[in-house]
């Protein structure tokens, strides 16, 4: 990977990787939404998502992925700068919305399930639960991540030669944002429309 | 995805594990992150599968000789044909297409290796463990028995309570994991680590084929993942993807599966295009005809081979409006394909051809394929297919493409590149009088297929009645079976004989025309001495004969050193082996519902990344200039 020898791109293979592997991602998460969209409306049996869905709580939840996503910016933007506290203050913020997007799905999922929503139950929650499920297991790589990033910083300081490794992290993290964005829209927003 | 955080080369002992550095013996084949002995170690499974395949299929075919036989009982003939399809596309065929990627893909470009070599060495293990977990179930209670595409409702719980169905779908999921990073490995390999000179235009259509192929494999593999993982949350947590009581519309998974099972014809006939296309030229002594169109036709395929998946279902009822679209795209297809075929014999045509095996093979597998592109294009019209559907003429017509069309050139590109592989040569006698066993055999067992398709014989039923005709095919084709095992056998005996006594290769034995033919047969283990440099397509054959390509030109320089760092060896790692067999106490665990077992592979992978991250690609440098082998460096 990084031998010295000839390459005839300028990228870095690794973030070539991660830019391949996103593409392919994609592929994974259109084929969860399409299954959602084919079972929409289909479920014989209650809670229906207008039911249970609370748009005011995740629209909150959304801000805050949004935001950790501008804080991955600043964190990558610092580290270009070699401004050390910088770029762990901004990496541990990202780490830290990341995980209470997270604490608010545990709770959402809480809440469904008190209201009768469960993966079994009905095809809105094996299908709802499946989409959302797989999207929080990404951001919970991504936050584990980033916290990884953090402590190898502490143990060896980064530098601004280091980027390329911050930034495969933000493309993997900005991704799984944009899709948190599309799930948004197809899962809780048309539902009020 | 575990992307390497550490940018130095850690030292070795830096991990949890003493980073091995054998040269020999067993061990060494499982630390290897070698791009050839993965390569071979890919080869080498994929035959072992293909043999149990053969099994499979003979046993079929003995069940079939005569009306009402009794060889096989019904549920025992489910789970042949069920093994022998899931076999030969996921565990033989398309890994024996991968293997070569992972030994030439490198070597035609003039690259080191890999971009991503213990990520290839993890790909190889999970594919090992894949097909292992899969075969194990007929110790376990009975292997799957849906069909190689374990239709919806037909592997639900209810219908399948057995075992068989979970080690289909766990298999394949953890398989296509395997899978999606090499793809994505070649991907990267074949974009960034061309040799100097090396522009897209002059990438030698194998590896061509392969990155077509590649990147069909990373839009083809989710939406299968997907649709296993919706059936494996169904029968292990009582999800409701696939029950119809609850509002669930089975055809679902046919969507899903064809929509990776068409592109999945491509990812295993690509390859066998790039073999072909560097076996014709060679044996016709000419430079392929139009390389521009063969490539664009590919990249066409590429794109096109995912607009068809419904021609696979024209009988589910989606409508006159649906099937014409898709009717339309299936003829689409057919131009490129056929345009390749025209290249082909426009190669041939008017070159000094030299009727090697490799070529024979070659040329068979050009008459066969088109036989089956005919057949194809008959199914996809929608009348036509609503007779022949589900019958023996849809066998028939995919045997001809994945066996006389994939199979036969892959066959070709065996003995092309054996002598490469082992520095041997195989033996030309035995191997063109296994030929004249294997492919008139093959032609024996499919054509009277047709035939019985016609006149009404479906697929996937254990028996058929006397006195209905179908007598006379069946057992033609059963006697079949038995001149192409001869061939089979002739062609196990010709390599076990060419690894024995072969006589010694050289570099070039074919006179070749890419760079893999430039080293040493078999290659060192850095590969090339020095960094090649390309200045023309076929870019061993411009260094050679000069003249013959531009006039009278002087052969500018084929190589240049290796820069001050010289060649960079990366070191084997036990991580790749580890957390590929990890995959084992996964795939039991979601079997048996073991959350224990589950949870302590889940706990593997999590530490693992931390070591594979941390331990780093590490290895060694050769000195620039290369000379210097280390000991016993060959693969
Ligand atoms: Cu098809």
Do not use: C
């Not at chain 1, 084929?31 to 079972?39: A, F, N, Q």
């Amino acid at each position: 990977m990084e031998s010295g020898h000839y390459r005839s791109t300028k990228l870095p293979d690794i973030k070539l990787m991660m830019w391949i592997f996103l593409a392919s991602d994609t592929m994974f998460f259109g084929t969860l939404i399409g299954t959602y969209l084919v079972y929409k409306g289909r479920s014989l049996v209650g809670p229906y998502p207008v039911e249970v869905l609370d748009i005011p709580l995740t629209t909150v939840s959304t801000f805050v992925l949004l935001m950790s996503s501008f804080l991955m910016v600043l964190a990558l933007h610092a580290l270009r700068q070699d401004d050390t506290f910088r770029f762990r203050l901004w990496t541990f913020g990202v780490a830290f919305f990341g995980s209470i997007f997270l604490g608010f799905q545990v709770y959402e999922f809480a809440h469904f399930v008190d209201l009768g929503l469960t993966l079994q139950g009905n095809l809105f929650g094996t299908t709802f639960f499946v989409l959302t499920g797989t999207h929080g297991v990404h951001v919970t790589i991504g936050v584990i991540w980033l916290l990884s990033i953090l402590v190898h910083s502490f143990v060896k300081p980064w530098t601004s030669k280091d980027e390329v490794y911050l930034e495969v992290a933000g493309l993997y993290w900005h991704f799984v944002d944009v899709v948190w964005i599309v799930i948004f829209t197809v899962v809780y927003l048309v539902e009020f429309a | 995805m575990a992307v390497s955080k550490v940018t130095v080369a850690a030292p070795a002992g830096s991990g949890v594990f003493t980073r091995p550095n054998w040269d020999a013996g067993w061990l060494s084949w499982l630390t290897t992150v070698d791009h050839k002995r993965l390569g071979l170690l890919y080869i080498f499974t994929s035959f072992l599968f293909m043999s149990a395949a053969s099994i499979e299929a003979f046993l079929i075919r003995l069940q079939l000789a005569v009306p009402n036989n009794t060889v096989l009982n019904p549920d025992a003939y489910n789970q042949m044909f069920t093994m022998h399809g899931v076999t030969m596309v996921f565990l033989a065929i398309m890994p024996l297409g991968i293997g070569f990627a992972n030994y030439f893909v490198p070597l035609q470009i003039g690259a080191r290796d890999l971009a991503f070599p213990r990520l290839n060495a993890f790909g190889y293990w999970i594919y090992a463990v894949g097909g292992l977990f899969v075969y194990s179930s007929f110790f376990l209670g009975g292997a799957p028995d849906a069909g190689w595409f374990a239709y919806s409702p037909l592997t639900s719980l209810s219908n399948n309570p057995g075992n068989g169905t979970d080690f289909y779908m766990i298999g394949l999921f953890v398989g296509g994991i395997g899978t999606l990073v090499t793809a994505m490995n070649l991907i990267v390999t074949i974009i960034s680590m061309r040799a100097p000179g090396m522009t897209m235009m002059r990438v030698p259509v194998f590896t061509w084929m392969m990155l077509v192929t590649a990147f069909m494999i990373i839009f083809a593999f989710p939406p299968l993942t997907i649709a296993l993982f919706q059936v494996i949350m169904d029968r292990t947590f009582g999800t409701l993807f696939y029950v119809p009581q609850a509002g669930a519309m089975p055809i679902l998974w046919q969507h899903l599966f064809w929509i990776f099972g068409h592109p999945e014809v491509y990812i295993i006939v690509l390859p066998a295009f790039g073999v072909i296309s560097e076996v014709i030229p060679t044996f016709s002594r000419k430079p392929l005809f139009g390389y521009p169109v063969i490539i664009l036709s590919g990249i066409f395929i590429g794109f096109m081979g995912f607009a068809v998946w419904s021609h696979h279902m024209f009988t589910t009822g989606l409508g006159p409006v649906v099937n014409t679209a898709f009717a339309l795209t299936s003829f689409v297809i057919g131009i490129p394909t056929g345009i390749k075929i025209f290249n082909w014999v426009g190669t041939i045509w008017g070159g000094k051809v030299v009727f090697t095996t490799s070529m024979l093979y070659a040329i068979s597998f050009l008459i066969t394929f088109t036989i089956g592109g005919i057949t194809g294009i008959m199914l996809a019209v929608p009348p036509f297919d609503a007779q022949a559907q589900d019958s023996y003429f849809v066998v028939a017509h995919f045997h001809y493409v994945m066996g006389g069309g994939a199979l036969m050139a892959f066959f070709a590109g065996v003995y092309y590149w054996f002598p490469k592989m082992s520095g041997k040569m195989m033996d030309e006698r035995i191997g063109k009088l296994g030929f004249w066993f294997l492919v008139p055999g093959l032609h024996l067992i499919f054509f009277p297929q047709h035939i019985a398709g016609l006149m009404g014989m479906p697929r996937r039923t254990q028996t058929y009645v006397a006195g209905i005709g179908l007598e006379l095919p069946n057992l033609l084709s059963t006697a079949g079976t038995f001149v192409m095992m001869i061939g089979l056998i002739l062609l196990a005996v010709n390599l076990v004989h060419g690894l024995l006594r072969g006589k010694p290769a050289g570099n070039d034995p074919w006179d070749g025309r890419t760079l893999e033919w430039a080293t040493t047969s078999p290659p060192p283990h850095h590969d090339f001495d020095r960094q090649p440099v390309v200045n023309d397509r076929d870019a061993h054959w411009v260094q050679k004969y000069p003249e013959s390509v531009h006039g009278h030109r002087v052969p500018e320089s084929a190589s240049e050193p290796y820069d001050a760092n010289g060649i960079h060896m990366p070191g084997q790692s036990w991580y790749p082996f580890i957390m590929g067999i990890a995959f084992l106490p996964f795939s039991y665990g979601l079997l048996y519902h073991n959350f224990w077992v589950l949870g302590l592979s889940i706990l593997i992978f999590f530490v693992g990344t931390f070591g594979w991250a941390f331990e780093g690609v590490g290895g060694h440098h050769l000195p620039a200039g290369g000379h210097a082998h280390p000991k016993g460096a060959r693969s």
